[in-house]
């Protein structure tokens, strides 16, 4: 008998040295993380460079910018100004907000526009960023964290982990959201940051199908609570001029074409004027557009159901290869004209997209901006009609 409460004894014993072991290697293998998400919970600023790859929605080509950010936060860690300077081959921006007002600057141009808007969070940082996201699994649902094998990036030896802030299967398929972090071990400061997601997509109501988002940042020279915040550092310089945002009409039927000409990627020659004696469908609209998008279909249907009558022609923002890049991807069945900013201008076609039926005789026909649901039937309309 007492052989047996001995025996009984040791296993109560050994049980609970188990359950206590495993709690604190439990405790323990998140302990980085938690050190990590602590350091960043009391915020009065931050300010960081990062190295940006984003890709586009709808192909395979990737954005890559430069971005330099001052960050100030007040006692609830709620965004209360920011500074955001943002470069790319295709832009040279900066984003000011005040806690009042937002300054869109256009370097370039030395240009702005205002915009009255309370933006009070940050994606990363501060109240509702993804890091506190991580604090509050970390405390209430730890399976939503995956701690992954420590990593070198850029000489820094970093812990490294996955967040799935969403996650289902819907017909079979995967949909989710996850969030990947590594840090310095040693002074806590984020190295790199990335979010892969994948799921249905729409726009205004119409569905654009399966999308996957994949974007990095990369961190560098990050400084927490070293800046002091002057309103005076949050106006656009005195040298830039307030750009007015005018609303410029389209052109009407029976306006003259514009002039332009031009090569198409194909390296084909396009010159408006030889529009005369054909008729013409324009096309103009930038690829990361969800309307162009939906538009390309009921493009390419105009091209199926009306053949050499009419001769259909792209007008894409965009530079040659990132173009090329889009066209991979998207199966278009007619010729587009990159780098075509100027020629937009000349229809007012500030946006995306745009299209404008122009006659034999050189003249507008018909225009229309923006995607909707009767856009096919109503360029097959003015099409017949323009052909009668």
């Given at each position: 008998?007492?052989?047996?409460?001995?025996?009984?004894?040791?296993?109560?014993?050994?049980?609970?040295?188990?359950?206590?072991?495993?709690?604190?290697?439990?405790?323990?293998?998140?302990?980085?993380?938690?050190?990590?998400?602590?350091?960043?919970?009391?915020?009065k600023s931050v300010s960081y460079d990062a190295e940006m790859e984003d890709k586009n929605l709808f192909s395979d080509d990737t954005i890559r910018s430069f971005e330099r950010s001052e960050?100030?936060?007040?006692?609830?860690?709620?965004?209360?100004?920011?500074?955001?300077?943002?470069?790319?081959?295709?832009?040279?921006?900066?984003?000011?907000?005040?806690?009042?007002?937002?300054?869109?600057?256009?370097?370039?141009?030395?240009?702005?526009?205002?915009?009255?808007?309370?933006?009070?969070?940050?994606?990363?940082?501060?109240?509702?960023?993804?890091?506190?996201?991580?604090?509050?699994?970390?405390?209430?649902?730890?399976?939503?964290?995956?701690?992954?094998?420590?990593?070198?990036?850029?000489?820094?030896?970093?812990?490294?982990?996955?967040?799935?802030?969403?996650?289902?299967?819907?017909?079979?398929?995967?949909?989710?959201?996850?969030?990947?972090?590594?840090?310095?071990?040693?002074?806590?400061?984020?190295?790199?940051?990335?979010?892969?997601?994948?799921?249905?997509?729409?726009?205004?109501?119409?569905?654009?199908?399966?999308?996957?988002?994949?974007?990095?940042?990369?961190?560098?020279?990050?400084?927490?609570?070293?800046?002091?915040?002057?309103?005076?550092?949050?106006?656009?310089?005195?040298?830039?001029?307030?750009?007015?945002?005018?609303?410029?009409?389209?052109?009407?039927?029976?306006?003259?074409?514009?002039?332009?000409?031009?090569?198409?990627?194909?390296?084909?020659?396009?010159?408006?004027?030889?529009?005369?004696?054909?008729?013409?469908?324009?096309?103009?609209?930038?690829?990361?557009?969800?309307?162009?998008?939906?538009?390309?279909?009921?493009?390419?249907?105009?091209?199926?159901?009306?053949?050499?009558?009419?001769?259909?022609?792209?007008?894409?923002?965009?530079?040659?290869?990132?173009?090329?890049?889009?066209?991979?991807?998207?199966?278009?069945?007619?010729?587009?004209?990159?780098?075509?900013?100027?020629?937009?201008?000349?229809?007012?076609?500030?946006?995306?997209?745009?299209?404008?039926?122009?006659?034999?005789?050189?003249?507008?026909?018909?225009?229309?901006?923006?995607?909707?649901?009767?856009?096919?039937?109503?360029?097959?309309?003015?099409?017949?009609?323009?052909?009668?």
């Open positions: 008998m007492k052989r047996f409460i001995s025996i009984v004894a040791l296993t109560i014993g050994l049980f609970l040295f188990c359950s206590i072991n495993v709690h604190s290697q439990e405790a323990d293998k998140f302990s980085e993380i938690k050190a990590f998400v602590d350091k960043w919970k009391d915020l960050l100030f936060f007040d006692s609830t860690n709620m965004l209360i100004a920011s500074k955001e300077i943002n470069i790319s081959e295709d832009w040279n921006l900066t984003n000011l907000y005040n806690g009042e007002k937002t300054y869109f600057i256009d370097n370039d141009k030395m240009s702005y526009t205002i915009a009255k808007r309370n933006r009070t969070t940050h994606k990363i940082f501060g109240h509702s960023g993804i890091i506190d996201s991580i604090s509050f699994y970390l405390f209430n649902n730890k399976n939503k964290i995956e701690i992954m094998a420590d990593t070198l990036i850029h000489g820094f030896k970093c812990s490294y982990f996955k967040f799935i802030s969403y996650e289902v299967i819907k017909n079979g398929e995967k949909f989710y959201t996850y969030y990947f972090f590594a840090f310095d071990k040693n002074s806590y400061d984020p190295i790199l940051y990335q979010e892969i997601s994948r799921g249905q997509a729409s726009a205004k109501g119409y569905s654009l199908g399966v999308i996957n988002v994949f974007s990095k940042t990369w961190f560098k020279n990050v400084n927490r609570n070293n800046l002091n915040y002057e309103i005076s550092n949050f106006s656009p310089p005195s040298t830039a001029r307030i750009e007015e945002v005018e609303v410029r009409e389209l052109l009407k039927k029976g306006d003259e074409n514009p002039k332009w000409e031009t090569r198409s990627l194909d390296g084909d020659i396009f010159n408006s004027a030889d529009f005369k004696g054909k008729y013409s469908l324009l096309f103009l609209s930038v690829t990361d557009c969800p309307a162009n998008q939906l538009s390309v279909k009921v493009i390419n249907n105009m091209v199926d159901r009306f053949g050499k009558r009419i001769q259909v022609i792209g007008i894409y923002d965009e530079m040659d290869e990132r173009l090329r890049n889009y066209i991979k991807s998207n199966h278009l069945k007619f010729p587009v004209i990159a780098n075509g900013k100027i020629i937009k201008s000349k229809y007012n076609a500030t946006g995306s997209p745009y299209y404008y039926l122009i006659d034999k005789d050189g003249k507008i026909f018909f225009s229309q901006s923006g995607y909707n649901e009767d856009l096919e039937g109503e360029l097959i309309k003015n099409i017949e009609e323009m052909d009668r």
